[in-house]
């Protein structure tokens, strides 16, 4: 827009004076010419800049791949700790009968053999038969109380839950926010709606079954010897008690002999 002039008249003497012309409105300059704004938000940190277009897509990949990962362990330590509870619950059954047919055989082969025990005999075997019912009545009692096959149902069924929403994640190869929010909350519901936890010791197994899975094209002795120790582990913790509680009748009328 060109110049103007602008006659001015002041004590009787007239000036013409330049007049800048008004500024073009912003529909006329070019979008080019326009510096693009750049986005601050402060999520947790002041000031904190949020990516954009490529940079939203690589922070959404990272968060996949740290999802299925740690989802992962998780489904497999979920369906570890069922199997755990199921030979649990074997493992308990095996000694509450072992535990019974000792309590029963005895008073039985008393009745029938007592003529030719000494009197301290048969009464260390009365003895060791009341002891051992009643180890298997206490026994029996605490492991129905425990309920080792309704917790291995409940984690088994979590578990194939958990490994719904990991299924669909792995499906999904190109992820928006939406899609992976809405994962994140079944899989957080998939866990809250199971009332029981696994233990650290299913975490540790699964832990060590991942990475001998990400390692299987070049498997490591020393992930499969870690491995093989936490699975000792789970079967002393299974057997434990029951191995402790198993002799314990006998350990208790051997002491009552060696004391009379």
């Known amino acids: 827009m060109p110049g103007a002039l602008a006659l001015h008249q002041a004590n009787g003497a007239q000036t013409l004076t330049a007049v800048e012309p008004p500024c073009e409105s912003l529909d006329k300059i070019p979008m080019s010419s326009l510096r693009k704004p750049t986005l601050v938000v402060t999520d947790g940190a002041p000031y904190a800049s949020r990516p954009f277009a490529d940079d939203v897509d690589d922070h959404l990949a990272d968060l996949r791949q740290q999802y299925l990962h740690d989802w992962t362990i998780v489904k497999r330590a979920r369906f570890n700790a069922a199997k755990r509870y199921e030979r649990k619950q074997q493992a308990s059954t095996f000694a509450f009968a072992t535990l019974g047919v000792v309590g029963f055989m005895l008073p039985y082969f008393i009745l029938n053999f007592g003529a030719m025990l000494s009197e301290e005999t048969r009464k260390l075997l009365d003895f060791v038969g009341f002891s051992t019912g009643l180890f298997a009545l206490v026994l029996g009692l605490v492991e129905l109380a425990r309920g080792y096959e309704s917790m291995a149902r409940r984690l088994n069924k979590s578990a194939l839950e958990v490994n719904s929403v990991v299924r669909r994640l792995r499906a999904a190869a190109?992820?928006?926010?939406?899609?992976?929010?809405?994962?994140?909350?079944?899989?957080?519901?998939?866990?809250?709606?199971?009332?029981?936890?696994?233990?650290d010791i299913d975490s540790e197994i699964a832990s060590a079954q991942q990475m001998r899975h990400e390692n299987r094209s070049a498997p490591s002795p020393y992930h499969q010897h870690a491995l093989a120790k936490l699975k000792w582990r789970e079967v002393f913790q299974i057997w434990g008690m029951y191995l402790f509680v198993l002799p314990l009748p006998a350990i208790c009328a051997l002491f009552v002999w060696i004391v009379l």
């Open 174 to 199: 190109l992820i928006d926010e939406g899609t992976l929010n809405h994962l994140v909350a079944e899989y957080e519901g998939a866990l809250e709606r199971c009332d029981i936890n696994h233990d």
